[in-house]
């Protein structure tokens, strides 16, 4: 426009400046522009230089790295549950509250638990102590019995022993009176024999002699076995035996009622050793049960690890069922960064490589090693975390272990847990440069 204006034929030619010679060209051109605007327009170009070179420079520095500000620091949480059926107390008040391993965290106590069959334990207990009782007095009354009849029985024996003795000494007493009788009577007849064969003696008187003495041998053989059948008797005495009673017993009364009392004897030790043994099994039974009633009746959770309270799910005075959830608590000193990046880099991420990550907040770089990368739905069936990206639409979790320096240093310095801080994370890739992302994005 400048220049039509200048050249146009309908217009007069400007006055040329002081000191200009009419037909120059440089007298028909605008002033030059002063210095001022020269600067200016330089310090624009050298910021536009400088925004430029600080993108290439940021494109650049994420060349071979897949960065993620959708990150959290996760760790694993611990449910505790309760194993008894009850109503739970001594719960903390609120979450967050750091825990010792074995720390007692709440207890719970069922008042209304079943106990019926330790009830009737108790009570088979108590008849079987009775019964055993009662047998083992019976035993005591039978073997006081059976030394008494057996008392008893010596005496008789004794007795009887001495008695059969007696008789024995009698009889061979007679036995010798018969013999002299049989001597006397025998002589009789050797005498008058001889007076006989002159008819000195008369026939009659001999025949008289000679059964005389033929009694005489008689008896005195009889009184031989008589003797003979008390000797027996006595020995057989002597040895608890009872002989030559027509009918009866070759025992006493006294023996055989301490035979009796043997045999009930033999039959109430068996009897107390049943006893003794059902005695041994209920009070096994009695223990395990009572154990078993104490396990249901009260239960302790305690701390299985040291951590912080992450979550409470009752309050004091709530009954809770067997499984359900009282309190989580979270492992503060095992930390660990979970980054969500887009679906399509899952093969980009290099397993095993070095990470970078820094807390929201801060400006300390903290380092890790990649190692899985997972998807979403697995992830959270697989393991049970305090904290996770925000779910994004066709994203995958890149778990990154962080450096026990790292985690230590951090868990020492802060009096709260890491869990749960958003955090931005630098992972390392195997492939896909500037423009393999370009294209990505693009195509």
């Known amino acids: 426009m400048f220049f039509r204006k200048a050249f146009s034929p309908l217009q007069p030619v400007p006055a040329a400046g002081k000191g200009a010679q009419p037909g120059v060209l440089g007298s028909w051109l605008p002033p030059a522009p002063k210095d001022g605007r020269r600067g200016r327009r330089a310090l624009k ?12 420079a940021a494109l650049l520095s994420g060349h071979g790295k897949i960065a993620s500000n959708n990150a959290v620091i996760s760790t694993n949480l611990v449910s ?40 009737d334990l108790r009570e088979q207990q108590k008849r079987i102590d009775a019964e055993l009782k009662a047998a083992k ?21 004794k007795a009887n022993s001495e008695r059969l003795a007696r008789l024995v000494e009698e009889a061979e007493k007679m036995l010798s009176a018969l013999a002299a009788k049989e001597d006397e009577a025998q002589e009789d007849v050797d005498r008058r024999t001889p007076l006989e064969a002159r008819g000195i003696v008369p026939r009659a008187e001999m025949k008289k002699l000679r059964s005389k003495l033929e009694q005489a041998r008689q008896e005195k053989a009889a009184q031989a076995e008589r003797v003979a059948a008390l000797r027996a008797e006595a020995e057989a005495a002597g040895n608890g035996v ?74 004091d005075g709530e009954r809770l069922g067997i499984g359900d959830m009282a309190a989580e608590i979270v492992d503060c000193d095992a930390p ?33 090693t990649v190692m899985s990368v997972t998807g979403r739905a697995r992830l959270m069936h697989e393991q049970h975390y305090a904290a996770l990206p925000l779910d994004e639409p066709s994203t995958v979790i890149v778990t990154v272990a962080m450096d026990r320096a790292e985690a230590v240093s951090g868990a020492a310095s802060a009096d709260e847990c890491l869990t749960g801080r958003s955090a931005r994370v630098l992972l390392p890739a195997n492939g896909g440069g500037l423009i393999d992302q370009i294209l990505r994005r693009v195509l």
């Open 45 to 56: 170009i050298a910021i536009a230089s400088s925004v430029f070179g600080a993108g290439a």
């Open 80 to 119: 505790l549950r309760a194993p008894v059926e009850g109503i739970v107390s001594g719960l903390p008040k609120n979450a967050g509250v750091k825990v010792r391993r074995g720390e007692l965290i709440a207890h719970i106590e069922n008042p209304r638990v079943e106990d019926q069959r330790l009830v």
């Open 137 to 157: 007095v019976n035993r005591d009354s039978l073997l006081k019995l059976r030394a008494e009849l057996i008392e008893r029985d010596l005496i008789h024996t």
């Open 242 to 315: 009872l002989a030559g009673i027509t009918g009866g017993s070759d025992k006493s009364y006294s023996r055989q009622r301490a035979d009796e009392v043997a045999i009930q004897l033999s039959s109430l030790e068996k009897a107390i050793s049943t006893l003794r043994a059902q005695g041994e099994e209920t009070s096994a039974r009695l223990t395990a049960e009572n154990r078993r009633i104490a396990l249901l009746r009260s239960a302790d959770i305690l701390a299985p690890a040291p951590g912080m309270i992450w979550k409470i799910g009752a309050a």
């Open 336 to 368: 660990f960064p979970l980054a969500a990046i887009p679906q399509d880099r899952f093969s980009d991420v290099e397993v095993g490589g070095h990470a970078k990550f820094r807390l929201s907040g801060e400006r300390t770089e903290r380092t890790g």
